[in-house]
């Protein structure tokens, strides 16, 4: 387990900056990379670690909010606990988020609200963020959704 800080925040930064956010790490929190994976915790979390030395045989620590791959940092579902309230969004109807947790693309007729185009953080009516998806002006492609992991199960 490794504090984030240096190319691997940098990267991150800017993938978050791809996205149409910017980064905003809350309050008393840190970033770690263990293996590949990213992680946002408590900094009281780490110091539990570190007292009872039990960072060799960490598998993971906090929320995952990434992960790293080839060089590139992929975001997670969670990332957006990261991300500025300034972050690019975009809302879905009932019928738009049924669609996008099924793994579907949405039309603009189930958006709420249509942001410009690009990258944005996806919600549905209750402010939930339920993934991550790419606004080509006329409709939203899913990138990441909540229901993806349930779908791997099968």
Do not use: C, W
């Not at 240096?6 to 978050?16: A, E, R, S």
């Not at 946002?40 to 060799?56: D, M, R, T, W």
């Not at 940092?73 to 969004?89: A, H, N, P």
């Amino acid at each position: 387990m490794k504090i984030a800080d240096g190319k691997k925040l940098d990267t991150i930064k800017k993938t978050i900056e791809m996205y149409g956010g910017t980064f905003e790490l809350p309050e008393n929190t840190l970033l770690s990379i263990i293996g590949d994976e990213v992680f946002l915790y408590n900094k009281l979390i780490l110091e539990k670690v570190h007292n009872e030395k039990i960072n060799e045989n960490l598998v993971s620590l906090g929320t995952q909010i990434g992960k790293f791959s080839k060089g590139n940092f992929l975001l997670g579902l969670e990332s957006y606990l990261i991300m500025g309230i300034s972050t690019k969004k975009s809302k879905l109807n009932e019928k738009g988020t049924s669609l996008f947790l099924y793994g579907r693309d949405v039309f603009i007729k189930n958006m709420i609200n249509s942001p410009k185009k690009g990258y944005v953080i996806v919600s549905n009516i209750r402010n939930e963020v339920i993934g991550l998806g790419k606004f080509d002006g006329k409709m939203l492609s899913n990138i990441i959704d909540r229901g993806s992991y349930l779908r791997t199960l099968e």
